[in-house]
Nanobody, 116 residues
Framework: QVQLAESGGGLVQPGGSLRLSCAASTIVFSDTAGWYRQTPGKQREQIAT???????NYADSVNGRFTVSRDNAKNTVYLQMNSLKSEDTAVYYC???????????WGQGTQVTVSS
């Protein structure tokens, strides 16, 4: 079993930045990691992924503003969020996908609110 815990959320003004962290009980090289976000009444949106080899992918809504990274030695995945907009307000969840059956593990989420 893998435990994940997100941190770094909070209230930020439009145009500001935040860095989210996701501390995992363990990360292995072959894991795919990433971030989703969800707002009430909307579908969950996958916004960023990073493979074990470091290949990244982003949703169009965040491409060029958000950067996902990982530090396997620290068992941590990061999401650097710049040029934040009000529509980025959501609960952000990190996940790991592992193994032959692509089992997913999730954190409890962290709230990000972008407002003046």
């Amino acid at each position: 079993q893998v435990q994940l815990a997100e941190s770094g959320g909070g209230l930020v003004q439009p145009g500001g930045s935040l860095r989210l962290s996701c501390a995992a009980s363990t990360i292995v090289f072959s894991d795919t990691a990433g971030w989703y976000r969800q707002t009430p009444g909307k579908q969950r949106e996958q916004i960023a992924t990073i493979t074990g080899s470091g290949t990244t992918n982003y949703a169009d809504s965040v491409n060029g503003r958000f950067t996902v990274s990982r530090d396997n030695a620290k068992n941590t995945v990061y999401l650097q969020m710049n040029s934040l907009k009000s529509e980025d307000t959501a609960v952000y969840y990190c996940y790991l996908r592992r193994g032959w059956n692509s089992r997913e593990y999730w954190g409890q989420g962290t709230q990000v609110t972008v407002s003046s």
